[in-house]
């Protein structure tokens, strides 16, 4: 059998590591910054588990360091964490829709829809694409913050379901009601994600 040693990224400790991150690090990291509180954002209810405001913190930079490669069983973890702390139960009654990643973008969207799916038991859907990625190259940065979604979905089909939008972070809320539209306003609409960024300082 054999045997690998992995070091936590952000202490850099060799035990009780799962998942490139110790777990002495996870806890505090949920401890420290969970966000059991909805927030509203452009007018709609966002749940997320933590609350990340860059330059407060490193352990939040690394995480999302490390999801940068294909974590799918710290996904299954945050999103574990996620759903307990939101006391989400109710999987008939929730449709997940995320973006279709393109090529620059790697597809942690999904990787955070799939594991909420996984442990409810509820449908997700990719169900909405960019739209016309390469006509936003001529527009100015400002422009392009307020992105364009088009839906790959007839969501009519689900009229009886809470339509949840899952993204893996929320920053300005442009995607989020980028895809409100898309869908054609759901009556009943939500967006879950892994972390709320405040937009005070962000480093990219
Ligand atoms: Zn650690």
New binding site residues.
């Given amino acids: 059998m054999k045997i690998e040693i992995q070091s936590?990224?952000?202490?850099?400790?060799f035990w009780f590591?799962k998942n490139l991150?110790?777990?002495?690090?996870?806890t505090a990291m949920i401890g420290q910054f969970a966000n059991p509180q909805s927030s509203e954002i452009r007018g709609h209810k966002v749940r997320t588990l933590m609350k990340w405001n860059p330059g407060e913190t490193n352990t939040l930079s690394s995480l999302v360091y490390i999801l940068k490669e294909n974590q799918p069983q710290l996904w299954m973890q945050l999103s574990l964490d996620f759903v307990n702390l939101h006391q989400l139960y109710n999987s008939n009654e929730v449709l997940l829709i995320s973006v279709q990643p393109t090529l620059s973008h790697q597809d942690h969207a999904q990787s955070w829809g799939n594991a909420i799916s996984a442990h409810l038991g509820c449908e997700h859907i990719v169900g909405l694409r960019k739209f016309n990625p390469t006509a936003q190259k001529d527009k100015t940065k400002f422009e392009r913050t307020d992105l364009e979604l088009i839906s790959i979905v007839d969501i009519s089909a689900f009229t009886s379901k809470k339509i949840i939008f899952v993204d893996d972070i929320v920053t300005t809320g442009s995607t989020l009601k980028a895809a409100y539209e898309a869908l054609g306003r759901p009556r009943d609409f939500e967006c879950w994600s892994m972390a709320y960024r405040t937009v005070g300082s962000i480093a990219k």
């Fill in positions: 936590c990224m952000n202490c850099g400790s590591v991150i110790c777990k002495p690090c996870y």
